[in-house]
């Protein structure tokens, strides 16, 4: 038996791919082997792992043979097409796309939040919603001390949610808004809409596609994983959750502004902003008399939810306000994906071949 596990990154070449690889480094995970997966057009990079140069090959489903553990973050069609065939071969796999979120035997895991969730799992695991990740470790120890009521969410998302070619196309936007050009916009607010708008300079209350509801795709996972994840149920009535999000011209690190209800009408803020000092993967930065609150500037980097501007509803008893800040590419993608897998080895729930 090896010393330690064959671990596959798939998508190694992009954003969050190659934070992956980072965070996989910094891991507990003692790691015997990595196979660094992308498409044909990346196929012979070369990469660094722990400071060996790594060949970039293309993922097909014979490159998952003899590998314990996956960290997909491909695109949703290439998890539904290559992640089968990896649970095939005896891997589990930790997918960073939607593309099995919303599946029931599928458990969709914040380790701060829902770890147990992992024992059920039949091979795949899915990694949330960035946005909806850091709103989940922020409200979790809220949820166990006083209960929920309601939700209510506001995001301001980084340019790179949509992935490196959308914060590239930020970049090209901004220095052209500065030359005085026109703006040229391809991605924006969705790849797959009719039409797009320049995000520099701007804000997009549009992520993801609109649905017939009214509602975006992307509020639309915001409420419903919150559900599946807090109460292992997408359509429970138990806690009623609603979303805007919009995209904002910051480059990395989400912002959302969140209004809850708990059950516990005598809740205090002291008593919130303590039970966030106290919450794993949480960090409070809560001192208005010295203007210290969470921005996604100082976020960038941090594997951390920042907590800050907690504050009570005036107008109604049991309602606060609180502002949230995570790298998103971060703790909402690259290191919870890991943090998965880090619990999946903890827990023995994966296996050396």
Not at 55 to 73: G, Q, R, W, Y
Not at 149 to 174: D, F, H, M, P, R
Not at 208 to 229: C, G, Q
Request: glycine content about 6%.
């Amino acid at each position: 038996m090896s010393d330690g596990y064959t671990v596959a990154i798939l998508g190694a070449t992009g954003a969050v791919g190659t934070r992956l690889i980072q965070q996989l480094e910094q891991s507990t995970i003692p790691v015997s082997q990595v196979k660094l997966l992308a498409s044909y057009r990346s196929a012979g990079k070369k990469l660094q792992f722990k400071g060996k140069e790594v060949v970039v090959e293309e993922a097909k489903p014979e490159s998952f043979e003899n590998v314990d553990i996956v960290l997909a973050s491909a695109g949703g069609a290439v998890s539904k097409k290559l992640l089968p065939e990896a649970v095939k071969r005896g891997a589990v796999c930790v997918d960073n796309t939607s593309a099995f979120r919303m599946e029931k035997d599928v458990p969709l895991v914040v380790p701060e939040v829902n770890e147990a969730a992992l024992y059920n799992h039949h091979g795949i695991i899915a990694n949330p919603n960035c946005s909806t990740i850091q709103m989940m470790v922020a409200l979790e120890p809220v949820r166990k001390a006083f209960g929920l009521k309601q939700i209510i969410v506001s995001t301001y998302q980084a340019a790179s949610g949509a992935g490196q070619s959308a914060l590239n196309e930020l970049y090209s936007e901004a220095q052209d808004y500065l030359d005085g050009k026109d703006m040229k916009a391809d991605i924006f607010p969705t790849k797959g809409d009719k039409k797009h708008y320049p995000l520099a300079f701007n804000l997009l209350p549009q992520i993801d596609v609109l649905e017939d509801n009214l509602y975006s795709h992307e509020e639309w996972k915001m409420i419903h994983e919150t559900k599946k994840i807090m109460l292992d149920d997408m359509d429970s009535p138990e806690i009623k959750v609603t979303a805007t999000c919009v995209r904002v011209p910051v480059p990395i690190s989400h912002g959302e502004s969140i209004y809850i209800e708990v059950n516990d009408k005598s809740a205090t803020t002291k008593q919130i902003q303590e039970l966030i000092r106290k919450a794993p993967g949480a960090v409070l930065q809560d001192d208005p008399a010295n203007q210290v609150y969470p921005q996604p500037i100082a976020a960038v980097g941090s594997r951390e939810t920042y907590v800050g501007r907690i504050r009570p509803d005036l107008e109604n008893q049991g309602a606060f306000n609180m502002w949230v800040v995570s790298d998103n590419l971060l703790k909402g993608a690259a290191w919870n994906t890991v943090q998965i897998a880090e619990r999946l080895v903890a827990d023995d729930l994966v296996h050396v071949k």
